[in-house]
């Protein structure tokens, strides 16, 4: 079975704006080799602290955040180890190849003119997974007993802890 190709999109994105559109479409695609770079290059799973200095939120709060584990999570998703990644940031580890396909949709939309089918989830997913990252990392991850206290996402440098 043959599907007819994505059309091509060429008035939506032209003008005098158009330009600034697909340069910030790109411009996010270079922040994000970037980011993935300074992951490889910086192994955040080696107890050695990075140029950037300790996580800020642990430093102030002494608990997992938000972001805690995301760069670790980061690191063992490239280098394939899905369930480490999953453990260090289960909630951006389910969250990452939904944004990757919003913004490949996006990039293909400015920069190329052409036209992905859109990700269309029900209102409710999309506030019950942003209900589920804040609860999960801003709270079951620091509860003391078990079976929460293995979500734990330890400050590999020491800065913050007790």
Known sequence: MTTAPAPHVTSRYTGAWGWCRRLASLSVWAVLAGAIAFVLRFNPTDRVADPTGPCAWHAAFGIDGPGCGGTRMVWYALHGDLLQAAQHHLPALVGAP?????????????????????????????????????????????LPWPPFNALYVPDLTGVGMN
């Open 98 to 142: 939904v944004a990757l396909y919003g913004l490949v949709w996006w990039t293909a939309a400015t920069a190329f003119g052409r036209r992905l089918p859109v990700l269309r989830l029900p209102w409710w997913v999309w506030v019950g997974y942003g209900v589920f990252f804040l609860v999960y990392t801003t709270v079951l991850r620091n």
